[in-house]
C-alpha cells in the first residue's frame, strides 16, 4: 500500500566522527538525524514504530554512495535516528571534505521525500522545501536541518524544532528547560521508581490546595482514607450553599460504604431545612440496600421528632409526590401505562402458604391476608368484611381455571336461616339481589330484565330440586294487570315464540314446520284439555259452484292425514251432505254425497288440523 509522507518540520543532525580528518581526508562515522513526519494534510504519523530508509547522495548522483534502513518509534510525528551507527551492505559511512552531499528519506517503504537534504562539510542550517514526488501537487513545508562536526564541537537545537512540535511532547517544566527537579513539601512525598515519579500525602497541615480536578483509570479505590483512632476518617464542610460532599460515577457504584462495628454503615445528618441525602441515578438504582443479616433490615427508615405524621418516606417524580409514606398512611399514586403495574409483591419463599401481604387489626387478628399461591382471606367484625366499588367497567371480575372448584366462593357462617350470602343493592340503596344463607335467591329490578341469561353452550339456567312438593322454578309477575307477562321467549330475530300471561294465558308462535309437539309413551294421553279447545290456523273459504259436484282447495299446510272442518250457510235450498277427502299433501276436496248438481254456489269455511 503507497503511503504519502512529508518531512513537515526540521530535520536537526549533528555529526560526531570518531577521529577528526584532516583537509583532504575521508574517516568513517556517524551522525543523528531528526525530524517530523506529517501526512499531506499536516497531520502526524500515528504514533509508534516506522522504518526510515536514508541514502546519502554525492554530487547529484542517481546512486547512492551510501544507505541504510533503520526503525524508529514516532512521538507526535517526531522521530530520531543515528545514520552511519554500523557497517550496511553499501559499506560504512564515508564522507569526502569538499564533496557536495544530499541526504533523501523515505519512510515504511513508501517513495522517497523530495527534494533531498542539502549536506554540508561544516555545522550549518539550511531550509529545504519538501514536497511528495509521488503528487502532482507541490505540497511543501520548510524542514530545518543543522549538522555538527564530531569532536567537540557543542551541537545547538533549532528552536524552530520545538515550536512545531504538536502537544504530545513536553517541552518544559513551567518555562524550565534542561535539568528540573521535582521536590515535595509539607505533606507531599515524591518517590521515583525508573521513569515513574509517585506523589503521596503524609503528616497534618495544609497539603492539597482546592479545586482539584483529576481523572484517573485504576482497577482498585483512588482515594482510601483510614483513621485508627475513634474519630472520623474524612470530614468534609462546606459553609456555603454547594455541596460538601458530590459524588458521581459514569458505571458501577458512586459510593460504597462498609462497617464492622454497631454504629450505622453510613449516618447522614442535616441540622438544617435541606434533605439529608439526595440519590439520583440515570441509569440502575439510586438507593441499593442488601444484608445478610437474617433478623435485621436491610434498610432503616425512622423518623425521632415523634409527630404522628411525619414522613418517613417521600418519592417525588417530575409531576409530584408518587409515594408517601408517613407514620399512619402510605400513598401510591402514578401516572400509570397500560400494561405497567403500580405495585408489585412477589414472595419467593419455597412455603406456598407465604404471605405476599397481612393487614392485622388493633387487636394483632389478621382481617386481611393474601398467599403466595394467590389465595386471599377477609376477616371483618363490621357490617362491610369487603366493599369494593367503580365509576367505570366492571367492580369484580372472578375468573378460575380449576374443573371442580367455583370461580367465587361465598360463605357465611352464622347459624341464622336469613343470614344473607350475598346482597347486591341499587343507586336508591333498594336491595335488587340477594341469596340467603340458605341459598334463596331474591331478585328485584325496576327495569324490564330482571334477570338476563345467556350462554354460548350447554344450558343457560337449570333448575333442580329435590322437593316432592315445591317446584324447581317459580316464576310470578305481582303486578295486577292481566295483560302482565310472567314468561316470554324469543327466537332468534326477537320475536316471541312462547308468552305466558299473567293470568296464565299462553301463545306460542312458531315458523316452523311444528309449533307444539308434546309427546309421551304410547298408550298414554300427550295432552289433556279441559274447559274446550279454541284453534286457531291455517282457515280458508271456499266454493262449490252452482252445476257441479266437487271443488280443489289448495293450501300447503293440507297434509294427507289432515282434519279440515267445514262451516257450510245452512239456509241454501237443495243442501246436500257433504264429504271431504285429502288424498295428497298441498290439497283436498270437497263432494257433494249426491248426483244432483247445486242450483247455487255453496260457499264454506275451512279449518285445518294436522295430526
Do not use: W
Not at 569532536?151 to 513536553?170: E, F, H, P, Q
Not at 372448584?405 to 357465611?412: D, E, H, I, Q, T
Amino acid at each position: 500500500m503507497k503511503h504519502c509522507f512529508r518531512l513537515a518540520a526540521i530535520a536537526l543532525a549533528l555529526t560526531f566522527f570518531s577521529t577528526i580528518p584532516s583537509y583532504g581526508q575521508t574517516a568513517p562515522g556517524s551522525f543523528t538525524v531528526q525530524g517530523r513526519l506529517t501526512d499531506m494534510n499536516g497531520v502526524a504519523i500515528s504514533n509508534g514504530m516506522h522504518t526510515i530508509h536514508a541514502s546519502i547522495y554525492a554530487n547529484g548522483s542517481a546512486t547512492a554512495t551510501y544507505s541504510e534502513t533503520d526503525t524508529a518509534t514516532t512521538a507526535d510525528g517526531v522521530f530520531s535516528i543515528l545514520l552511519g551507527s554500523g557497517t550496511q551492505a553499501s559499506g560504512h559511512l564515508m564522507l569526502q571534505p569538499g564533496v557536495n552531499y544530499t541526504l533523501g528519506i523515505s519512510v515504511d517503504g513508501g517513495t522517497e521525500l523530495s527534494p533531498r537534504i542539502q549536506i554540508a562539510s561544516v555545522p550549518f542550517a539550511a531550509n529545504a522545501h519538501l514536497s511528495d514526488t509521488a503528487h502532482v501537487a507541490n505540497v511543501a513545508d520548510t524542514a530545518n536541518f543543522a549538522l555538527g562536526i564530531t569532536g567537540n564541537a557543542a551541537a545547538s537545537i533549532d528552536s524552530a524544532l520545538l515550536a512545531n512540535v504538536g502537544s504530545n511532547i513536553v517541552t518544559s517544566v513551567n518555562g524550565l528547560h534542561g535539568n528540573v527537579v521535582l521536590q515535595g513539601g509539607g505533606n507531599l512525598g515524591l518517590t521515583t521508581s525508573g521513569d515513574t515519579i509517585g506523589l503521596s500525602f503524609t503528616g497534618s497541615g495544609s497539603g492539597l490546595t482546592l479545586p482539584f480536578t483529576q481523572t484517573l483509570s485504576s482497577a482498585g479505590g483512588l482515594l482510601n482514607l483510614t483513621n485508627s483512632g475513634s474519630g472520623s476518617a474524612t470530614v468534609l464542610t462546606n459553609t456555603g450553599t454547594g455541596n460538601a460532599l458530590q459524588l458521581s460515577s459514569a458505571a458501577g457504584t458512586a459510593l460504597s460504604a462498609t462497617a464492622n462495628g454497631t454504629s450505622p454503615t453510613l449516618s447522614l445528618t442535616n441540622t438544617g431545612s435541606g434533605l439529608a441525602l439526595n440519590a439520583l441515578a440515570t441509569t440502575n438504582s439510586a438507593i441499593s440496600a442488601t444484608t445478610n443479616s437474617g433478623a435485621d433490615a436491610a434498610l432503616q427508615v425512622k423518623n425521632a421528632t415523634g409527630s404522628g405524621i411525619g414522613e418517613l418516606i417521600q418519592a417525588t417524580s417530575s409531576s409530584g409526590t408518587v409515594l408517601d409514606l408517613n407514620t399512619q398512611s402510605m400513598t401510591l399514586a402514578a401516572a400509570q401505562a397500560p400494561s405497567s403495574t403500580l405495585l408489585t409483591l412477589k414472595n419467593l419463599s419455597g412455603s406456598a402458604s407465604g404471605n405476599l401481604m397481612a393487614a392485622l387489626n388493633s387487636g394483632g387478628g389478621t382481617v386481611f391476608s393474601l398467599s403466595g399461591t394467590g389465595y386471599a382471606t377477609l376477616n371483618a367484625s363490621a357490617n362491610n368484611a369487603l366493599a369494593i366499588s367503580n365509576s367505570a367497567g366492571t367492580a369484580l371480575t372472578a375468573q378460575g381455571n380449576a374443573a371442580s372448584s367455583g370461580v367465587l366462593y361465598v360463605r357465611n357462617t352464622s347459624t341464622n336461616a336469613s343470614a344473607g350470602l350475598i346482597t347486591a343493592v341499587n343507586g336508591a340503596g333498594t336491595t335488587s339481589f340477594s341469596v340467603a344463607g340458605t341459598g334463596a335467591t331474591n331478585i328485584q329490578s325496576s327495569v324490564n330484565n330482571a334477570l338476563n341469561v345467556s350462554t354460548s353452550a350447554g344450558t343457560a339456567i337449570d333448575a333442580t330440586t329435590s322437593d316432592a312438593t315445591g317446584a324447581a322454578l317459580t316464576v310470578q309477575n305481582t303486578a295486577s294487570g292481566t295483560g302482565n307477562t310472567v314468561l316470554a321467549a324469543k327466537d332468534a330475530s326477537g320475536n316471541n315464540v312462547l308468552t305466558v300471561a299473567s293470568n296464565g294465558a299462553t301463545t306460542i308462535t312458531s315458523s316452523a314446520s311444528t309449533g307444539l309437539m308434546d309427546s309421551v309413551a304410547s298408550g298414554s294421553t300427550a295432552a289433556r284439555l279441559v274447559g274446550g279447545l279454541s284453534l286457531s290456523g291455517p282457515v280458508g273459504t271456499g266454493t262449490i259452484l252452482a252445476g257441479n259436484l266437487t271443488a280443489t282447495i289448495t293450501n300447503a299446510y293440507a297434509n294427507a292425514n289432515s282434519i279440515i272442518f267445514l262451516t257450510v250457510n245452512s239456509g241454501l235450498a237443495g243442501l246436500v251432505p257433504i264429504r271431504i277427502t285429502s288424498t295428497g299433501a298441498g290439497t283436498f276436496t270437497v263432494g257433494l254425497i249426491s248426483a244432483l248438481a247445486l242450483t247455487n254456489n255453496l260457499n264454506f269455511n275451512y279449518l285445518i288440523v294436522n295430526q
